[in-house]
């Protein structure tokens, strides 16, 4: 074994962050490449729409940047896929925490999500998962959002809205 990893294996792992509460009621945003669909039972990961705007203002309006700050573009990608957000409002008590933890056990009010919700959402990246239930900026490697899990049958229920990447990168 080569010292260097040997050193790396002796570090302690990195300490999770605090997660932030959310509202009972709050709206939540899926980003996903066009023609990505999805069927009743499929776990989406979202983030709250309120976060990707600020995301957006803070990526100054730049559509790789952002979509590197939510895992779904790699450091050195290219932009070449066109991107939609859905938009929905949900009830707090559908979502989960992809987290590592015991499964049902609330975090900032939302439970870590039973193994078969932890994978990773369509599209996002492995390297994206931290396993404290928020995402890692793939470009700048640092904390990203919070993120969540929601089935589709269950973020439908009050409806939802489909908007362009370019529309939303455009207005915030």
């Known amino acids: 074994m080569s010292l260097l990893l040997g050193i790396l294996l002796a570090l302690p792992a990195q300490a999770c962050e605090p997660v932030a509460e959310v509202p009972e009621a709050l709206q939540v945003a899926w980003v996903s490449k066009l023609p990505a669909a999805a069927g009743n039972n499929t776990w989406l990961e979202v983030v709250q729409l309120g976060d ?24 050195t990608q290219k932009l070449r896929a066109t991107f939609k957000v859905t938009v929905f409002e949900v009830s707090r008590s559908v979502l989960c925490r992809p987290m590592d933890g015991a499964p049902g056990e609330a975090m900032a009010g939302v439970p870590i ?21 928020y995402a890692t900026d793939l470009g700048s490697g640092v904390r ?29």
């Open 52 to 75: 990707l705007r600020g995301l957006i203002e803070r990526s100054t309006r730049d559509s790789a940047t952002t979509l590197r700050g939510l895992g779904l573009l790699g450091r």
């Open 144 to 172: 990203g959002l919070d993120v969540f899990r929601v089935r589709w049958a269950d973020a439908v229920t009050k409806g939802f809205c489909v908007l362009p990447w370019d529309r939303m990168i455009q207005e915030g």
């Open 113 to 133: 999500c039973d193994h078969p919700q932890q994978q990773q959402g369509a599209g996002v990246k492995a390297s994206a998962y931290t396993g404290c239930g």
